[in-house]
Each structure stands twice: as structure tokens, then as C-alpha cells.
């Protein structure tokens, strides 16, 4: 199981959506850091589900209970460990899903991968829940980051096939990210806000769902973070990424659109401002060579569909090896673009803190 990561700081998840509860163990945090615990919940309470129609009504808090790592308000220098325990799981719901494998969703492969030892309930430790104590480290990394003025941020970029406005990869100021931190459902263009939300609620109505794309940045990072080739910013930052279920696509500046533009088009040109380095443009997403070169960092990623739907799909039983239908029941979202934005500013947060301690 694959449930470690990082150089410097190291990161350990554990836990299963239905099992007791789920928590992290962060290794290689310095002694004497100062936490701001309501700051950490309020980072939680963004994710939480339960809040409002567009999400699941799994009513967690997502309340967390640090175990060692932290006394007298400051961390120790020892491993940090919190555990988030679960209070309301509804695990009759999935008691037809130990043999039916859900389409899309991590049941067959995890079958096969744990020879049917893994836990079903709720995806178990494959499931977005476990995203909460992604969360819970980010908001760490992110009070680390702060004290040394790097900011992170995200909007909601596109649901289904309504976009909003994107970043402006030149020039991203705090007070546009801090307001966005401030909304629940966080747009640039409040004009798209409605829409969006108009076509989570009709995919819900017919027992579907939807998927979309989250733009984060990073802002302030210094220049010569990261290294060439295996640990580059984008393979750092895609590897957290791509740890978050149901995230199918990773682009860095202006992405796949730049294999259509030309050299000279593509190309960020240097300038020189109040003795900074800097460039005209940001197609490059603030990264050359897997290093930062001090321009905002921009990245876009993308969301596939909530798997669990409740219109009938075909799949297979697994222990009679027959082909079958399978109606999904029990709380789904119809989709989780909005609640993963913390996870994605997270797990930035968890890349670059780690970046910095290495370099």
C-alpha cells in the first residue's frame, strides 16, 4: 500500500471511509512551528460533506483529534498524528457492492489487487473521505507557507461545459485569493456561479452526476525550486495530484494548448522590474526545467464524474462471475469539483512545503 509520501516532511495516510476513522502521520516537521487549530478547521469545514444540496449528506464534521506531535500550541518536532473519526456511516448501503463492482469506481481493481480482502464499505480506503486528512496536512504546510509569504488559491474553473474566468497567469494579487478562500463555491465570474450549480443539480435530478476542472496558483514562490527530470515541480506536484481520486488530468500553464502555438508565441520573454526577473507572459506555468522560475505557479486539474450513479449501468458479479445491472444507492455527490478545491490547494501546499525543505 502506497500510503506514504514526501522527501523531507513525509506524509502517511491510513484509515477506510467506513472503519473507525481515517488520519495522518506527518514525519519531519521542525519543533517550535505555532498552529492555529481553528484555522486548520475551518480548512476542514470546506471539505466537509453534509453542507448543502450539491454535495453527499454523510453529515461529517470532519473534526479532528491531534494524538502526538503538538504541545503547549507548537509542534514538538515529532511525528504529528491526527485522526478524524467517522460518525456517520451507512454501511447497509453497500452490502450489495461486495460482489457487484461498481462502474467506474475502484471495487474491481481493488478486488483483484487485495484478493477480495480489501474493505467494499464506502470505497473504503480508496474513497474521497480519505481526502480529509490530505486537508488536514495542507492547512499545516499552508500556515508554514505563510510565515514566509507564499500563498495558495483555486476556483472552480469549469463544470461540465460551463467555464469560468480563468486566472491571470502574469498577475494573481492576495486579496483576489483570500476572497475566493472565502466562498463556498468559489468563481472568479459570479455570473457562472448559477449555471454551474443549475447543471450539478440537474444531473442529481437524473440520478446522474458531473464532472469538471479546478485552476489553482501559487504565489510569491521563490525562483530555483525543484530540480530536472524525476523531481521536477510538475512530476512533484502532478504525483500528490493524481493521488486524489477521481483526478484523470494535470496541465501546467497553459497547458495542452500550447502544443498549438509557435516558439515565438509560447515562449515567456525576461524582463527586468525594480531588479526582479521576471516574464511578459506565463505559458510555462512558472516552471522551467522542473524548476520555478518566480512567476505565479498555475496548474489545471480535472475531475471526472462522481462513479456512483444512481441510473442502472451493466457490470459484472464478481464471486458468480455473471453479468448484471447494479442501480447504486446510499449518499453520493453529484459532484465533488467544489468540495475537492481545499484537497487541490492541499496538496499544493504539501508539494511546495516539501520542495522547500529539500531544496
Not at 491510513?14 to 506527518?26: A, P, V, Y
Not at 483483484?112 to 499545516?140: C, E, M, Q, W
Not at 476556483?155 to 502574469?170: A, C, E, L, R, S
Request: proline share 5%; net charge neutral; with cysteine.
Amino acid at each position: 500500500m502506497s500510503g506514504v509520501w514526501g522527501q523531507r516532511i513525509k506524509f502517511s495516510i491510513f484509515g477506510e471511509s467506513h472503519g473507525k476513522g481515517i488520519g495522518i502521520t506527518i514525519d519531519g516537521l521542525p519543533s517550535g512551528i505555532k498552529l492555529d487549530l481553528e484555522e486548520i478547521q475551518f480548512e476542514m469545514g470546506r471539505r466537509a460533506p453534509g453542507k448543502n444540496e450539491f454535495s453527499t449528506p454523510r453529515n461529517e464534521k470532519d473534526s479532528f483529534e491531534i494524538l502526538s506531535g503538538y504541545f503547549n500550541e507548537s509542534t514538538t518536532g515529532t511525528p504529528l498524528c491526527a485522526v478524524i473519526w467517522n460518525k456517520d456511516q451507512h454501511s447497509k448501503d453497500y452490502s450489495e457492492l461486495k460482489n457487484a463492482m461498481r462502474p467506474g469506481h475502484a471495487d474491481y481493481t481493488g478486488f483483484i489487487k487485495y484478493k477480495g480482502f480489501n474493505d467494499y464499505r464506502g470505497g473504503g480506503h480508496f474513497s474521497g473521505r480519505l481526502t480529509a486528512p490530505l486537508v488536514f496536512a495542507g492547512a499545516i504546510a499552508k500556515q508554514i507557507l505563510a510565515e514566509k509569504d507564499i500563498y495558495i488559491g483555486s476556483h472552480i474553473y469549469q463544470i461540465g461545459n460551463i467555464y469560468d474566468t480563468p486566472f491571470d497567469k502574469v498577475n494573481i494579487e492576495l486579496t483576489s485569493l483570500k476572497e475566493l478562500h472565502k466562498k463556498s463555491f468559489p468563481v472568479i465570474n459570479e455570473q457562472k456561479e448559477e449555471e454551474m450549480k443549475n447543471a450539478i443539480l440537474e444531473a442529481k435530478k437524473n440520478l446522474d452526476s458531473v464532472g469538471g476542472v479546478i485552476e489553482a496558483a501559487a504565489i510569491n514562490l521563490p525562483a530555483g525550486l525543484g530540480s530536472p527530470f524525476f523531481d521536477s515541480v510538475e512530476s512533484t506536484l502532478a504525483h500528490l495530484l493524481f493521488s486524489i481520486p477521481a483526478v484523470k488530468g494535470v496541465e501546467f500553464g497553459a497547458g495542452f494548448s500550447i502544443s498549438s502555438l509557435r516558439g515565438s508565441q509560447a515562449n515567456d520573454e525576461f524582463y527586468i522590474e525594480n531588479g526582479k526577473v521576471q516574464t511578459l507572459t506565463n505559458n510555462n506555468g512558472g516552471i522551467l526545467g522542473g524548476i520555478t522560475n518566480g512567476m505565479p505557479l498555475i496548474f489545471k486539474a480535472a475531475f471526472k464524474p462522481t462513479p456512483s450513479i444512481g441510473k442502472p449501468q451493466k457490470t459484472v458479479n464478481i464471486s458468480k462471475m455473471e453479468n448484471t445491472e447494479l442501480e447504486v444507492r446510499g449518499r453520493h455527490d453529484p459532484c465533488i469539483v467544489q468540495r475537492a478545491i481545499p484537497v487541490v490547494e492541499a496538496v499544493t501546499a504539501m508539494a511546495v512545503l516539501d520542495l522547500l525543505y529539500s531544496n
